[in-house]
Protein backbone atom coordinates (compact mmCIF):
# COMPACT_ATOMS: atom_id res chain seq x y z
CA UNK A 1 0.00 0.00 0.00
CA UNK A 2 1.39 3.27 -0.66
CA UNK A 3 1.78 5.42 2.00
CA UNK A 4 3.26 8.94 3.41
CA UNK A 5 4.68 9.16 6.62
CA UNK A 6 5.63 12.41 8.97
CA UNK A 7 8.02 12.47 11.42
CA UNK A 8 7.89 14.13 14.06
CA UNK A 9 4.63 14.51 14.65
CA UNK A 10 4.40 17.60 16.72
CA UNK A 11 7.64 19.80 16.88
CA UNK A 12 8.00 22.91 19.12
CA UNK A 13 11.17 25.47 18.36
CA UNK A 14 12.43 28.94 20.14
CA UNK A 15 11.25 31.67 17.29
CA UNK A 16 14.15 32.59 14.96
CA UNK A 17 15.23 29.23 14.56
CA UNK A 18 16.18 27.60 11.32
CA UNK A 19 13.66 24.09 11.06
CA UNK A 20 13.09 21.16 9.01
CA UNK A 21 9.86 18.88 8.67
CA UNK A 22 10.64 15.36 7.20
CA UNK A 23 8.33 13.55 4.62
CA UNK A 24 8.82 9.81 3.39
CA UNK A 25 6.84 7.72 0.70
CA UNK A 26 6.95 4.61 -0.06
CA UNK A 27 7.39 4.27 -3.81
CA UNK A 28 9.22 6.62 -6.10
CA UNK A 29 7.09 6.68 -9.02
CA UNK A 30 5.00 9.77 -8.09
CA UNK A 31 3.88 12.65 -10.38
CA UNK A 32 4.59 14.91 -8.14
CA UNK A 33 4.33 16.41 -4.11
CA UNK A 34 2.70 18.84 -2.09
CA UNK A 35 3.14 20.46 0.99
CA UNK A 36 -0.02 22.24 3.06
CA UNK A 37 -0.25 24.25 5.70
CA UNK A 38 -3.47 24.40 8.35
CA UNK A 39 -4.44 26.54 11.20
CA UNK A 40 -7.34 25.21 14.19
CA UNK A 41 -10.53 24.88 12.36
CA UNK A 42 -9.10 26.03 8.87
CA UNK A 43 -9.00 24.10 5.49
CA UNK A 44 -5.62 22.87 3.59
CA UNK A 45 -3.82 25.92 2.52
CA UNK A 46 -1.25 24.93 -0.25
CA UNK A 47 2.58 25.83 0.14
CA UNK A 48 4.73 24.31 -2.35
CA UNK A 49 4.17 21.90 -5.58
CA UNK A 50 7.45 20.32 -6.51
CA UNK A 51 6.82 18.24 -9.82
CA UNK A 52 8.53 14.88 -10.13
CA UNK A 53 11.53 16.41 -12.09
CA UNK A 54 12.32 19.27 -9.76
CA UNK A 55 14.62 18.85 -7.42
CA UNK A 56 13.55 22.41 -4.71
CA UNK A 57 10.94 24.86 -5.03
CA UNK A 58 10.82 28.34 -2.71
CA UNK A 59 8.57 30.75 -1.81
CA UNK A 60 9.83 33.18 0.71
CA UNK A 61 11.36 31.77 3.97
CA UNK A 62 9.92 28.35 2.88
CA UNK A 63 12.06 26.00 0.66
CA UNK A 64 10.67 22.40 -0.34
CA UNK A 65 13.21 19.69 -1.51
CA UNK A 66 12.23 16.38 -3.29
CA UNK A 67 14.70 12.74 -3.40
CA UNK A 68 12.94 11.05 -5.12
CA UNK A 69 15.81 7.77 -4.87
CA UNK A 70 15.28 7.98 -0.94
CA UNK A 71 11.63 8.41 -1.03
CA UNK A 72 12.21 11.89 0.97
CA UNK A 73 11.34 15.37 0.92
CA UNK A 74 11.63 18.00 3.16
CA UNK A 75 10.19 21.29 4.17
CA UNK A 76 12.42 23.77 5.24
CA UNK A 77 11.63 26.90 7.30
CA UNK A 78 13.87 29.74 7.93
CA UNK A 79 13.87 32.13 10.89
CA UNK A 80 10.82 30.49 12.37
CA UNK A 81 8.16 32.83 14.07
CA UNK A 82 5.36 32.33 16.44
CA UNK A 83 2.74 33.20 12.76
CA UNK A 84 4.45 29.74 11.54
CA UNK A 85 2.40 27.73 14.01
CA UNK A 86 0.09 25.21 12.22
CA UNK A 87 -0.22 21.88 11.09
CA UNK A 88 1.80 20.90 8.01
CA UNK A 89 1.11 18.27 5.53
CA UNK A 90 3.13 16.59 3.01
CA UNK A 91 0.45 15.01 0.45
CA UNK A 92 1.81 12.68 -2.63
CA UNK A 93 0.40 12.38 -6.14
CA UNK A 94 1.78 8.49 -7.25
CA UNK A 95 1.91 7.84 -11.13
CA UNK A 96 -1.17 6.70 -12.72
CA UNK A 97 -3.51 8.01 -10.03
CA UNK A 98 -5.86 11.07 -9.89
CA UNK A 99 -5.69 11.24 -6.31
CA UNK A 100 -3.37 12.77 -3.48
CA UNK A 101 -2.03 10.50 -0.57
CA UNK A 102 -1.40 12.39 2.89
CA UNK A 103 0.67 11.98 5.65
CA UNK A 104 -0.67 12.54 9.18
CA UNK A 105 0.96 16.40 9.38
CA UNK A 106 3.43 17.66 12.01
CA UNK A 107 2.15 20.18 14.62
CA UNK A 108 4.53 23.19 14.49
CA UNK A 109 4.64 25.66 17.68
CA UNK A 110 6.90 28.32 17.56
CA UNK A 111 7.23 30.02 20.78
CA UNK A 112 7.80 33.70 21.14
CA UNK B 1 -12.12 34.86 -7.13
CA UNK B 2 -13.70 33.33 -4.02
CA UNK B 3 -11.88 29.83 -4.59
CA UNK B 4 -13.28 27.08 -3.22
CA UNK B 5 -16.91 27.47 -0.93
CA UNK B 6 -18.31 25.19 1.20
CA UNK B 7 -21.98 25.54 2.81
CA UNK B 8 -22.90 24.87 5.42
CA UNK B 9 -20.25 25.81 7.94
CA UNK B 10 -21.30 23.36 10.77
CA UNK B 11 -24.18 21.26 11.14
CA UNK B 12 -26.01 19.35 13.78
CA UNK B 13 -27.90 15.77 13.04
CA UNK B 14 -29.83 13.48 14.82
CA UNK B 15 -28.66 9.93 13.15
CA UNK B 16 -30.69 8.71 10.42
CA UNK B 17 -31.42 11.71 9.38
CA UNK B 18 -30.21 12.90 5.48
CA UNK B 19 -28.31 16.17 4.55
CA UNK B 20 -26.31 17.16 1.10
CA UNK B 21 -22.74 19.30 1.54
CA UNK B 22 -22.33 21.86 -0.91
CA UNK B 23 -18.84 22.96 -2.68
CA UNK B 24 -18.66 25.17 -5.73
CA UNK B 25 -15.19 26.22 -7.22
CA UNK B 26 -14.64 29.28 -9.69
CA UNK B 27 -11.24 28.63 -10.89
CA UNK B 28 -12.58 26.99 -13.72
CA UNK B 29 -11.16 23.51 -12.26
CA UNK B 30 -11.67 19.83 -14.01
CA UNK B 31 -11.43 17.81 -10.72
CA UNK B 32 -13.12 18.04 -7.72
CA UNK B 33 -12.66 15.67 -4.32
CA UNK B 34 -14.25 15.26 -0.84
CA UNK B 35 -12.48 14.65 2.08
CA UNK B 36 -12.94 13.84 6.18
CA UNK B 37 -10.80 14.49 8.38
CA UNK B 38 -10.92 12.75 11.90
CA UNK B 39 -7.97 13.42 14.60
CA UNK B 40 -5.58 10.65 14.47
CA UNK B 41 -6.60 9.01 11.12
CA UNK B 42 -5.70 12.03 8.94
CA UNK B 43 -7.33 13.53 5.32
CA UNK B 44 -9.00 10.63 3.67
CA UNK B 45 -10.70 11.00 0.48
CA UNK B 46 -14.15 10.01 -0.13
CA UNK B 47 -15.46 10.36 -3.54
CA UNK B 48 -13.56 12.26 -6.65
CA UNK B 49 -14.75 13.96 -10.05
CA UNK B 50 -11.58 13.78 -12.49
CA UNK B 51 -14.12 15.64 -15.18
CA UNK B 52 -17.49 16.88 -15.16
CA UNK B 53 -19.61 13.55 -15.71
CA UNK B 54 -17.59 11.55 -14.13
CA UNK B 55 -17.17 10.19 -10.56
CA UNK B 56 -15.02 7.61 -8.46
CA UNK B 57 -14.94 6.12 -5.15
CA UNK B 58 -11.93 7.03 -2.89
CA UNK B 59 -10.69 5.16 0.08
CA UNK B 60 -13.52 5.52 2.49
CA UNK B 61 -17.17 5.81 0.21
CA UNK B 62 -19.45 3.64 2.54
CA UNK B 63 -22.53 5.86 3.55
CA UNK B 64 -21.96 8.91 1.15
CA UNK B 65 -23.57 9.73 -2.42
CA UNK B 66 -22.04 12.03 -4.89
CA UNK B 67 -23.09 14.54 -7.35
CA UNK B 68 -21.50 16.39 -9.85
CA UNK B 69 -23.95 19.09 -10.84
CA UNK B 70 -21.70 20.82 -13.48
CA UNK B 71 -17.82 21.76 -14.27
CA UNK B 72 -18.26 24.49 -10.45
CA UNK B 73 -20.24 22.21 -8.25
CA UNK B 74 -19.69 18.63 -6.34
CA UNK B 75 -22.01 18.00 -3.44
CA UNK B 76 -21.80 14.79 -1.16
CA UNK B 77 -24.84 13.21 0.13
CA UNK B 78 -25.38 11.73 3.61
CA UNK B 79 -29.02 9.25 3.00
CA UNK B 80 -28.90 8.18 6.67
CA UNK B 81 -26.41 9.83 9.21
CA UNK B 82 -24.22 7.80 11.51
CA UNK B 83 -22.40 8.92 14.43
CA UNK B 84 -19.52 7.33 12.80
CA UNK B 85 -19.98 10.25 10.18
CA UNK B 86 -19.04 12.76 12.46
CA UNK B 87 -16.27 14.54 10.93
CA UNK B 88 -14.79 17.47 9.11
CA UNK B 89 -15.25 17.41 5.64
CA UNK B 90 -13.35 19.52 3.20
CA UNK B 91 -13.91 20.19 -0.79
CA UNK B 92 -10.82 20.65 -2.99
CA UNK B 93 -10.45 21.06 -6.58
CA UNK B 94 -7.44 21.16 -9.21
CA UNK B 95 -6.57 21.08 -12.65
CA UNK B 96 -3.67 19.62 -15.46
CA UNK B 97 -2.25 22.75 -16.24
CA UNK B 98 -1.33 23.83 -12.51
CA UNK B 99 0.15 20.15 -12.09
CA UNK B 100 -3.24 19.20 -9.79
CA UNK B 101 -2.31 21.53 -7.32
CA UNK B 102 -5.23 20.84 -4.92
CA UNK B 103 -7.10 23.92 -3.62
CA UNK B 104 -8.98 23.41 -0.33
CA UNK B 105 -12.10 24.89 1.47
CA UNK B 106 -12.59 25.87 4.42
CA UNK B 107 -14.36 22.85 5.66
CA UNK B 108 -17.97 21.63 7.06
CA UNK B 109 -17.93 20.59 10.55
CA UNK B 110 -20.74 17.96 11.05
CA UNK B 111 -22.11 16.19 14.04
CA UNK B 112 -24.38 13.49 14.36
CA UNK B 113 -25.94 12.57 17.90
Known amino acids: KQEVTQIPAALSVPEGENLVLNCSFTDSAIYNLQWFRQDPGKGLTSLLL?????REQTSGRLNASLDKSSGRSTLYIAASQPGDSATYLCAVRYSGYSTLTFGKGTMLLVSP | NAGVTQTPKFQVLKTGQSMTLQCAQD?????MYWYRQDPGMGLRLIYYSASEGTTDKGEVPNGYNVSRLNKREFSLRLESAAPSQTSVYFCASSRPGQGYEQYFGPGTRLTVT
Open chain 1, 50 to 54: IQSSQ
Open chain 2, 27 to 31: MNHNS
